[in-house]
């Protein structure tokens, strides 16, 4: 298993699959995950993930508001990286050096100010190092 030091960023998707009913296999592999990394290693979202998380579950799934409240709720007992200006700042390096969309450079400088070693998402090239934080895809992680 991993050391407790070890922080893993959870991306929007990796959030919005614990809540979805569409992918049921997908559900899984992020319900397994989010157990098993919960007592072992820090996980750390963003209120950017939680704005995302919001829309998604209350525009394209039509969930109830207040369902939602109460998953943000939850959420909010994991460490949570507040965006501000400086954490932008370094996104737009981030976009710059490494050609990606300027909300995943996002989701980096915000796991790079966290200390996280890991993002868990399916947006990035799995197996991508950026900033010394490694991008895996939670569908083809495994835990040792």
């Not at 508001?65 to 200006?85: A, C, M, Y």
């Not at 796991?111 to 934080?133: H, P, Y």
Request: hydrophobic residues 45%.
């Amino acid at each position: 298993m991993k050391s407790m030091t070890e922080k893993y960023f959870l991306d929007t998707n990796f959030i919005v699959y614990l809540f979805s009913e569409d992918e049921k296999e997908k559900k899984k592999k992020c319900h397994y995950l989010f157990e098993k990394l919960k007592d072992e290693a820090r996980l750390v979202i963003s209120t950017q993930v939680l704005k995302e998380f919001t829309a998604i579950l209350i525009s394209k799934f039509n969930l109830d508001p207040i369902f939602v409240k109460r998953g943000i709720d939850n959420l909010s007992k994991l460490e949570v990286v507040h965006i501000n200006t400086v954490l932008i700042k370094n996104a737009i390096d981030i976009h710059i050096l490494n050609l990606l969309s300027f909300w995943d450079s996002l989701i980096v400088s915000a796991a790079k100010s966290a200390n996280c070693s890991i993002i868990l998402t399916e947006n990035m090239n799995d197996g991508q190092v950026i900033d010394g934080i490694k991008i895996q895809s939670p569908f083809t992680f495994t835990l040792q």
